[in-house]
């Protein structure tokens, strides 16, 4: 292995790193601000949490991006309003679409389980404030 492979794959040892190289990467405008922002903070929550043990941090990050895009219903980078679709969001990672279905679900989950958490970055008001994300039973 090279050392530029050897640095590649040692900096992408935690998911957030992971989703942080996949956010970069991201064409802009692909998905708004408010995505980006609850995609760290999934990223920080996989990186001390079990479920990521084991798997692919590109992975995590394809499912943590589409996830993203889906709470916040971003416009797309052409202009019309729709979220990234699997398939999108897999080939932006370089993983499988399958990678993705099998994982974002379980990245919501860990998210509404922790405490203090949400999109908007205040105390945990999902219950009551109008514009909460939604729960693993609102999403396809």
Known sequence: MSTDQEQTTTSLTFPSDAIETALDEL??????????????????????????????????AAA???????????????GSSRTLSQDEAAN??????????QHYRKILDLHEESPDVNL??????????????????DLP
Request: hydrophobic share 25%; with cysteine.
């Open 64 to 78: 943590t991006i589409y996830l993203s895009s889906l709470v916040a219903n971003q416009p797309a980078h052409r």
């Open 27 to 60: 064409p802009p405008g692909t998905i708004t601000d408010a995505a980006e922002s609850y995609a760290r903070e999934c990223g920080t929550i996989l990186d001390g949490h079990y479920y990521s043990s084991g798997r692919s941090p590109s992975g995590l």
């Open 120 to 137: 908007h970055g205040k105390s945990d008001e999902r219950e009551s404030t109008p514009n909460a994300a939604p729960t693993n039973g």
């Open 92 to 101: 932006y990672c370089g993983v499988s679409p399958v990678t993705v279905r």
